[in-house]
């Protein structure tokens, strides 16, 4: 019996879409986004560019559903964090201790997922919802979730809300300013003790440059 074309072949390895962007997270990690190439990740799975483009359409097509998946686990790291933040009773350190771990979360997944992270905020692909999760926007969850502790400084009474305004924006910047120094930048070969230090500081820095004094 013949064998039948590349194209004709079926892919006996489960959902081919979601092992494309399984190989896609793998290249990410190996070289960032300009490793993600659809042609490679279907070379690695042994099937043919035309079966993967069937999935995906483009280069950045796979790259955005890279960038989903990769915001969907870095708001998962988050919400597991703050799951994990035991409460002191004192509703305004408990409000501090969780914009803090915030911004630690998001540095940790920087520092344990360059190529990923890289992925996640770079500017190439778009990471709108698909059929496989319909649940919305991802970018959503980490910044939303920015948002929740920012909120809450305001309750507890750390934060005015002239103040609250737009606060996400100064927040992100300094904290994910820090990231791409360290991975990209003049600080990228400072020793840990060094890194541990600089992230205490900023997220300090971050905090009481929000909290009122009045």
């Keep these: ?26 290249l990410a990690r190996e070289g960032g986004p300009d490793a ?6 279907a070379r690695r799975l042994g099937v043919s560019r035309t079966a993967a483009y069937r999935h995906f359409a483009s280069y950045d097509d796979l790259v955005g559903a890279v ?3 990769a915001l969907i686990e870095l708001g998962e790291a988050i919400e597991k964090k703050l799951d994990s933040l035991r409460s002191t009773r004192d509703a305004a350190a408990d409000a501090r201790r969780r914009l803090v771990a915030t911004g630690e979360c998001y540095l940790e997944f920087a520092f344990r997922e360059p190529g990923v992270f890289r992925v996640a905020f770079g500017h190439r692909g778009h990471a709108v ?44 910047a300094a904290v994910h300013g820090l990231a791409m120094l ?8 400072v020793p840990d003790r060094e890194r541990e230090r600089f992230v205490a500081r900023t997220l300090r820095t971050v905090l009481f440059g929000l909290i009122r004094r009045d």
Excluded at 5 to 26: A, C, F, K, M, N
Excluded at 161 to 171: C, L, N, Q
């Design 1 to 26: 019996m013949p064998t039948p074309p590349d194209d004709e072949r079926p892919y006996h390895h489960g959902d081919l879409r979601q092992s494309l962007i399984d190989t896609g997270v793998e």
């Design 36 to 41: 993600i190439v659809l042609r490679e990740a």
């Design 67 to 69: 960038k989903r998946r």
């Design 129 to 172: 919802s698909s059929n496989d999760d319909p649940s919305g926007d991802p970018a959503s969850g980490p910044f939303d979730m920015l948002a929740r502790a920012l909120d809450e400084l305001v309750e507890v009474g750390l934060l005015s809300s002239r103040d609250r305004k737009d606060a996400e924006i100064p927040a992100w």
């Design 182 to 189: 360290f991975l990209d930048g003049p600080l990228s070969d």
